[in-house]
């Protein structure tokens, strides 16, 4: 199968490639410094993109056999408890979650062009084309990534 670089994939890669280094010169001191009362140390906002990548996987890899696709969403916080994200090591988050993004911009890059507007209802989201969820999940990276490099 041809794979075509659609916009959100080149987004992943890109913003994998440029944040990588900075990602890895943080310490691991600085990953577990307490960012506030019920907020998440910096490796559990990483986990948070972790999760994400592994569930938005399964949705753009799924969303292409189905029209439209229906998928659950999934307790974020519960997720990152179950995974003990402040436990493990920040060089290994980092590396899992470059790694993990590569195989969820190769997932989105495989989707057929006709396929993109596919309606895909997630959890008690309303439904929209897989292509809106593909710059969502980009945004959102984005959005946690700031929050990781006091950005935002």
């Given at each position: 199968m041809l794979v075509h670089a659609n916009e959100p994939a080149v987004e992943v890669r890109q913003e994998v490639h440029a944040t990588l280094p900075r990602?890895?010169?943080l310490s691991e001191a600085r990953a577990m410094e307490p960012r506030g009362d019920g907020k998440w140390v910096r490796k559990e906002i990483l986990g948070h993109l972790?999760?994400?990548a592994a569930n938005n996987h399964q949705r753009f890899v799924r969303a292409r056999f189905a029209d439209p696709f229906v998928w659950p969403g999934y307790d974020q916080?519960?997720?990152?408890?179950?995974h003990g994200y402040r436990g493990r090591s920040?060089?290994?988050?980092?590396e899992l979650w470059a790694g993990?993004?590569?195989q969820v911009a190769a997932a989105m890059a495989s989707?057929?062009?006709d396929r993109m507007t596919t309606a895909c209802a997630i959890g008690a989201d309303p439904p929209a084309?897989?292509?809106w969820w593909m710059r969502d999940y980009v945004r959102h990276m984005r959005h946690h990534l700031a929050q990781?490099?006091?950005e935002g």
């Open positions: 990602l890895r010169a972790l999760d994400s916080n519960a997720w990152v408890a179950a920040w060089t290994e988050l980092v993990l993004n590569g989707v057929p062009a084309p897989l292509e990781i490099l006091d």
